[in-house]
C-alpha cells in the first residue's frame, strides 16, 4: 500500500502536512477532531495537495522537506500539483 504526504488547509488557512497510508481515512480523522493535536481545533480541514510515496521513509523524508519550506512555497505547490484521488 502506498503512503501518501499531504497538505490540508485548516478552518483558519493555516497549512498542515503530513503522512499517511490511508488518505481518506486520515482527512476523516482530521475533521472529526481526532487527527492531531494542531488540527484538533482547527477543523473542518480541506485537502489542498498530495503525493504518492513509495515506502514510509519515503513518506517523512517528504513531509521532512515540504515542512521547512516558507508558507508561498507551500501555497505554490498546492497550485501546481493535482490531487490523486484514491
Given amino acids: 500500500m502506498p503512503w501518501h504526504v499531504y497538505i490540508i488547509e485548516c478552518s483558519d488557512s493555516k497549512l498542515y502536512t503530513g503522512i499517511t497510508n490511508n488518505l481518506k481515512r486520515r482527512i476523516q480523522a482530521h475533521n472529526s477532531g481526532n487527527g492531531g493535536r494542531f488540527t484538533r481545533i482547527r477543523t473542518p480541514v480541506k485537502l489542498r495537495y ?37
Fill in 50 to 86: 498530495s503525493e504518492e510515496a513509495l515506502t514510509r521513509s519515503a513518506a517523512l523524508k517528504r513531509e521532512a522537506q515540504i515542512k521547512r519550506l516558507p508558507r508561498p512555497a507551500k501555497v505554490k505547490l498546492t497550485k501546481r500539483r493535482r490531487i490523486k484521488k484514491g
